[in-house]
């Protein structure tokens, strides 16, 4: 399986919901920890050379999923993604690491990916090793052909190598001792360390057709995650298609991107580049840690907020001369403070202004001189846009910079938000949404046909007004629960 050596190491049980959490650990403190997290047909020892290799200057724990190797099997048949996504911070925190790197291959990949992205302040940096969030048509039969046309139980170890690796698999040496160590004797036979779970799940696919609904977006949980990403593809993995490479680039900033001679099992076939990439990635990260360098958590503007005394001219310029869109209207209730002075049932307009961000227009007391128009402190300002997992991270990050923050604050019921100053004096904000799903800044803003008409009716007389607007801003269809 290896050319590296197999010393030896701790082993460590982790309790984790309704399973237990099988590792190996290497190595002792030093450099930032690395946890790593197999595959759908491997486990913990599949790593152990990478791993001690890794241990040289740091912990290096490689675990056994929920279901597989040496961890038990979930009673309640639970091997969701967010279970074993809790798995991994359940296995950092039983070894007392606030900040690790995360090592994850192929469904292992899945689970660190989901794990970064919901709880961003625990990963200092990601290494994916041939993991993309679509699995290559080639490699995706494989997988199912092989995992759903698994028996229950080999008559001897010659039966389970000659299944995993073919007729003409080589029955003693390094591949031995692997398949040994990721079987157990039964009184039916030698059985896989995986749960059958996971051959059902595959021959459910076979005889039907239909693939279990994951029920996650896997691109939008790679999007949203806010340490640096070092992705490993196997120059030929039939599971990551060289035509996903362009995706996964364009999906998250944070990422790039390396290229290895193996196939899927990049550990297994070329671990020298693996560990030569994992090293260079490790150290890396260490001293963006060492110096204080916060990988950047934002997505982006979520919005521009500038005033006005004249909203209806506003709309009229802003949508004739720019032709720029109206996509939400409405007066904001006083609802908690902001570090503002309290101003009431103010109109706040937005327009979309591409790349899935909003320019917003702030009605200002129609009684404050207009030499003061610039100085509400809750009017002009720069609003950030971040996932929901990153938002009260980056509000503690803030705060430990020794910037006085308002909030967060609730806004409407679905959005919360957070206020500070920078040095030029300078409004920000930090913007997230509460939905379940957000398919976007914009979209997210967008009311119903009732609710704009409402608003619109407070600010136009004429009711071709109103019409003339409702007919050209874009509406929900729903109403919000």
Known sequence: MTSLPLPPHEHALVASGDVTIHCRRFGRPGGLPVLIVHGLSFFSYDWIGIAAALAADREVVAMDMRGFGDSTESPLRDYALPSMARDVIAVADHFGWQRFIGIGHSMGGRTSTYAASIFPGRYAGLMLVDYSPQNAPDGARRVTE???RQPDSFPDLD???RYFDGPQAELQGPRRARFEAYTRRTD??????????????FRRVLETGEKPALGIDLWQSLSDITCPIQVV???????????NVTRMLATNPRMRLSEVEAGHDVAGDNPDALLALARAFVAEVDAAEATGLVPVALQGIDHLALVTDDMPATIDFYTRVLRLQLVHVRRVPFERDRGQPPYDQLRHYFF?????????????????????????????HLAFSLPRPAFDAMISHVKSCGVPVIGPVPLGGRFWSAYFYDNNGIRLELATSLDAEDAGIVASVLQTREEAEAELRTLFEREEDVRHWLARMPLRTETRA
Request: proline letters at 5%; aromatic letters at 8%; a positive charge.
């Open 188 to 201: 039916a036979g030698l059985q896989v360390k995986r749960s059958l779970h996971f051959r059902d799940q």
């Open 146 to 148: 092989t995992v759903g």
């Open 352 to 380: 979309n202004m591409g790349k899935d961000s909003l320019l917003a227009f702030f009605e200002y007391p129609r009684d404050l001189p207009r030499q003061d128009r610039d100085r509400p402190g809750g009017m002009q």
């Open 159 to 161: 039966a389970v190598m």
């Open 233 to 243: 593809r196997g120059t030929a993995s039939d599971m990551f298609a060289a035509d």
